[in-house]
């Protein structure tokens, strides 16, 4: 390999160890839990018995947390994305 190529290219360890907090990130643990436990909610707005408007703060369940973690991790080890649409919407 010619020398200069050597400092372009990145190594195996390399690309290994900068996925490596991306796999962290997206296993579950007991770490895992601790960071993403209440992060994700959302508010329903609601009446209460008087007939007056209130918001309920509902919290994503860790099992949902861990679900959508799976399906990254999934969509991550798939050979290609192309020809796939943009689901941000």
Known sequence: ?????EEVMP?????????EPY???????????RYHSSMYRF??????EDGNERRRVVYVPWT???????NIRQ???KPSH????????
């Open 1 to 5: 390999m010619a020398p200069y190529m």
């Open 11 to 19: 190594t195996h360890q390399d690309v290994y160890n900068a996925a």
């Open 23 to 33: 796999k962290f990130a997206l296993t579950p643990s007991p770490a895992t839990k």
């Open 43 to 48: 508010t329903i707005p609601e009446m209460d």
């Open 64 to 70: 949902t947390v861990k679900e959508i973690m799976r």
């Open 75 to 77: 969509m991550a080890e």
């Open 82 to 89: 192309q020809g796939e649409t943009d689901a941000s919407e």
